[in-house]
C-alpha cells in the first residue's frame, strides 16, 4: 500500500503547486477529481481528451514528479430524477472512463446515484426504513427500473475501456452499506466494487474490519479512502444516527467527520490497516478532509504524520520517506 491524498482537497491551488505541495508531504499516489459534486478544478476530462497537448501536459505534470494517480473520482448521480443533472453526471462518468483509460489508470470513483420515488419525481429519495410499505415499493421501484438497468450497461462500458468503477457506500444513495454494494456487484457485474470510506461506516454504526473482510472475500475492494467520524457522546445517544443538522453545527450534531485518529484511536485504525492486508489489498490509502474543526492543511498534515506512523508500525507500506 502507499500513501496518497484525494487532490481536491487542494483545488484553490494550481496543479502543480498541489502536486509540489502533495510530493514535499511525502507522497507519490494521488486521486483526481474530474467533475459532479467535487468539481474538476485540476482535471476536465472532456478538454483532455479532445486536445492531445493538454493531455501530455497533464501526463508531464504527474510523471515528472514522479506521481502516480490511484484513481479518478467523479463523485455524482447518474440516477437523479432531475434529467439535466443526470445526463451531466453521467457524461462526466463516461469521459472519466475514456481519459481513465487513455492514462492508464485502473479506476475512477464515484457514488451509485439514487432515484426518485417515480417517473415524476423532483429530488432522489433515499429510504431508511420498509413501512409503511410506500416505502418498500420505491425501494424495489428504484433498484429494478432504475439502478440495476443502469449500471449494467454501465459495466458493459467500463469493461471495455478496461477500468473499474469504486462505488463509494454514502447514504443518501442507493449504494450505502456492504449489502448494497455486493447486490449492485452481484447484480451488475465485476467491474463494480468498492470505494471503502471508513467514516462513512463508522457513522453507521458498522464495523469497517468486519466489512472489509465481506468486501475483500468477494475481490470487490477497489479503493480506499482516509477519513474518520467522531460520534457524539451526548448528542448520539438522545437522538441516533440519522441526523440532517448542518455539518457547521458541530456542537449539536450526532457525529461529525473528522480527521483520522480524532475520531477513533490507534488501535482502530491499527486494525483497519491490518484488514486491509488480510485480504490482500495494496492500492492507496488516500487521505479525504471534511474535518469541520481543522483547515484543510491542518488536517492533512496531521493525517499524512498519523498514517505514517501507522503504516510503518504494520509495516503495510514503502518507506520512501525514511
Known sequence: MKLGVFAVLFSKKPFGEALDYIKESGLDTVEI??????????????????????????????ESRGIQISALSCHGN??????????????????????????????????????GESEYSLHPVWITCPWPTDFSEVVDWQWNEKVIPYWKEQNDFLKEHGVKAA?????????????TLLRLRSECGEQIGANFDPSHYFWQGMDP???IRALGKEKALFHFHAKDTKIDGQNHPL?????????SDIANRSWVFRTVGYGHGEDTWRDIISALQTVGYDGAISIEHEDGLMSVEEGFTKAVAFLKDKLIEEGAVEMWWA
Do not use: M, W
Open 33 to 62: 477529481g474530474t467533475g459532479g459534486y467535487i468539481g474538476d478544478a485540476h482535471c476536465k476530462p472532456a478538454e483532455l481528451l479532445a486536445d492531445e497537448a493538454k493531455l501530455n501536459d497533464f501526463k508531464f505534470a504527474l
Open 167 to 179: 462505488i463509494e457506500p454514502h447514504p443518501g444513495f442507493v449504494v450505502y452499506n456492504t449489502e
Open 78 to 115: 447518474p440516477l437523479h430524477p432531475n434529467q439535466y443533472i443526470a445526463e451531466e453526471h453521467h457524461r462526466i462518468f463516461q469521459d472519466t472512463v475514456r481519459l481513465a483509460a487513455r492514462l492508464g489508470v485502473e479506476q475512477l470513483v464515484t457514488f451509485s446515484g439514487c432515484p
Open 209 to 211: 474490519v468486519a466489512c
Open 239 to 247: 437522538n441516533g444516527v440519522l441526523d440532517t443538522k448542518s455539518y
